[in-house]
């Protein structure tokens, strides 16, 4: 089935650094999107990117879409202790009536030491 | 701001008990989700919902069904619970694409 992909499985870098997290997929999409979790609490949205955009900024977050290689980069920047959490791509794929329904990959443990 | 609230953040059961999970969103959302967490496998989808009444079996619903009897309620049942349902359940709601969840279940079953 189609399923998003992250890599590296655990990063970890001290505060300030820019952390880079990627996602590959399989088949085509509707769109790409980019989750947080904290430790033991549920999935937090951050960002949404369609199939026909290449990239994305909010705040200190950069998200970028390449559909030709089916992979998406999700690029934190002078992270904070405060970021430390798992991040999970998930796939909407395309064709049909999909209801919203993800794919979610297996997540990037981020670790962000003060 | 989008709640959605499940009924037990911890929950310990024994093997063979019957298991209610609810989940409550208060958006209005026509489409609600059940996942299930665990380590190295991320999220799986048991069972979903795009109305009321209306479901759609995931990527694992074996042992488990569900019940959508109001717009704003979807619970998960697991009709004789077993060891390896031993997770972290995770509701999920949506109006088209971006998914807002709960806090999550954990739970235990011996």
């Known amino acids: 089935s189609q399923q998003g992909e992250e890599d590296p499985q655990a990063l970890s870098i001290q505060e300030g650094e820019n952390a880079t997290m990627n996602c590959s997929y399989k088949?085509?999409?509707?769109?790409l999107q980019w989750y947080r979790q904290n430790s033991g609490r549920g999935l937090v949205h951050l960002i949404l990117?369609?199939?026909?955009?290449r990239e994305k900024h909010s705040g200190r977050l950069r998200v970028t879409l390449d559909t030709s290689k089916k992979s998406s980069s999700l690029l934190i920047t002078a992270s904070r202790a405060a970021d430390t959490a798992s991040y999970f791509c998930?796939?909407?794929?395309?064709?049909?009536?999909?209801?919203?329904?993800?794919?979610f990959g297996q997540g990037t443990i981020l670790t962000v030491h003060p | 701001d989008v709640k959605v609230t499940q009924s037990s953040r911890y929950l310990v059961k024994r093997t063979g008990e019957k298991v209610f999970l609810e989940c409550v969103q208060d958006m209005d959302h026509e489409n609600m989700f059940w996942y299930r967490q665990d380590p190295g496998l991320g999220l799986r989808l048991i069972y979903f919902?795009?109305?009321?009444?209306?479901?759609e079996k995931g990527d694992i619903p074996e042992g488990y069904s569900v019940s959508r009897e109001k717009k704003e309620r979807f619970s998960l049942i697991l009709e004789s619970a077993s060891t390896n349902q031993t997770s972290m359940y995770l509701c999920?709601?949506?109006?088209?694409?971006?998914?807002?969840f709960g806090p999550g279940t954990r739970l235990l079953v011996l």
């Open positions: 999920a709601s949506s109006f088209i694409e971006t998914q807002y």
């Open positions: 998930a796939v909407d794929n395309a064709g049909g009536t999909s209801y919203g329904k993800l794919t």
């Open positions: 088949t085509s999409i509707n769109n």
């Open positions: 919902s795009y109305d009321v009444k209306m479901k």
């Open positions: 990117i369609r199939s026909n955009e």
